[in-house]
């Protein structure tokens, strides 16, 4: 069975702060992806990264960036300067090569940026 | 741009009443999905299609039904709708390569849908 859990519900920042956002995972196969969603009040999930189980090399996208460690089952997303349009639920997401196409979500951050 | 497009994006229906969804896509992706989101949860997966292979959740509802007439277009049938049918239906794509790193999925904007 695969798991995911974010455990902060909801956070709320002002503007300008840095804000990361917690996943952990939880699954038996060997080789496994993990993704992020945004999905901000429009409705639309929009894919902002995959990190492979094999590299766990982190990345930086802008603003953003991502913390992948297998050892502690995390794969966390840090948002630097944060800004009003960050403001959105931020899903992440595990695919194992067990599970061929499924997509095991977890249950969402709902992210707000004061101005 | 290609893309995944859900039509209409806010439905209305009566208790009871059939009513269809669609998605089509330009991306020539062999996977689509049906996700069913209720208010402050997770997309659930409700079936997807792996080229015309169709692959049911083993706890959705009799009620949805779908058909996928070609790779582009995908419908989602909900024949009966209840009140518990209210929610976000979004449609995905994804293509399935002999490198499984590319197998994220893209999504259409959803379709919203209410029952009355």
Redesign the interface.
Known sequence: AQKVTQAQTEISVVEKEDVTLDCVYETRDTTY?L?W?KQPP??????LI?R?SFDEQNEISGRYSWNFQKSTSSFNFTITASQVVDSAVY?CAL?G?TS????T????T?LTVNP | DAMVIQNPRYQVTQFGKPVTLSCSQTLNHNVMYWYQQKSSQAPKLLFHYYDKDFNNEADTPDNFQSRRPNTSFCFLDIRSPGLGDAAMYLCATSRTTGDPTYNEQFFGPGTRLTVL
Do not use: D, T
Not at chain 1, 42 to 47: A, H, N
Not at chain 1, 105 to 108: D, K, N, P
């Open positions: 992806y993704f969603y429009s409705g639309e999930l929009v894919f995959r492979n899903f695919r090569e061929g196409s499924r997509l979500f977890g249950e969402g709902q």
